[in-house]
């Protein structure tokens, strides 16, 4: 994160509820049209966790000096989390409309925003899939990037398979999410990639966008 960059927190996720994962494996579908109503930041907070965010803690001693890793709620190939998460607000409970990088830790209750740019518009990156009106009507867009070469250092040529094995499982996770919550998504893989890597960050490649809202 650049000095110039907003943060703000994120509500810290909860760990229980009365929707059990059984009834959200039996009743996930895909929702493609939305209402005008809001998202809590409560609600988006919870979304960004199932889908990244921080699961566990652990410290080790590694030769002289201690190291801490965040694990996550989706599996990473050796824990290299090679993946970033985009969100672009519409409508959300007291945030500004714009594109936003999650921050997923360090530690579960420590996750945030990080405001890239203010006033970003759908349009455009609806514009960049095709057109389709999930995105245009959704409260916001979240887009799964990843960076394939902090994979490749350790697993070379199997790489890529990995990351989007990983972009699967976070994408899994925040659809049964949303689910237990009573929110609307669709996950969307239709798109021009190079438009959508600009709109995000050059250096991370995108792979899923899903369009997320207050079901009618």
């Known amino acids: ?71 996550r709620t989706a599996p990473s190939a050796g824990a290299l989390y090679p993946l970033e998460v985009y969100t672009l607000v519409k409508r959300i409970e007291g945030l500004e409309p714009g594109l936003y990088h999650y921050l997923p830790g360090p530690g579960w209750d420590n996750h945030s925003l990080e405001l890239l740019r203010q006033g970003e518009s759908s ?50 996770n925040l659809c049964l999410q949303a689910q237990g919550l009573g929110i609307g998504v669709v996950p969307i893989g239709a798109f021009a990639d190079e438009q959508v890597r600009k709109f995000i960050d050059e250096d991370c490649e995108p792979f899923y966008i899903l369009s997320v809202g207050k079901i009618r």
């Open 1 to 71: 994160m650049s000095e110039n960059q907003i943060k703000i927190p994120l509500p810290a996720p909860r760990f229980d509820s009365d929707y059990s994962i059984e009834k959200a494996l039996l009743k996930r579908r895909s929702v493609r049209g939305y209402s005008s109503a809001a998202l809590s930041q409560k609600e988006l907070a919870q979304l960004l966790w199932a889908c990244q965010g921080v699961s566990r803690v652990e410290t080790w001693q590694w030769s002289t000096r201690e190291v801490q890793t965040n694990y």
């Open 123 to 172: 349009a455009d990156l609806a514009d960049a899939a095709l057109a389709q009106g999930s995105v245009t009507e959704a409260a916001v867009n979240i887009i799964i990037g990843g960076v394939v070469d902090r994979v490749t250092v350790k697993y070379g040529r199997r790489a890529r398979q990995y990351v989007l094995m990983e972009v699967g499982h976070a994408a899994q």
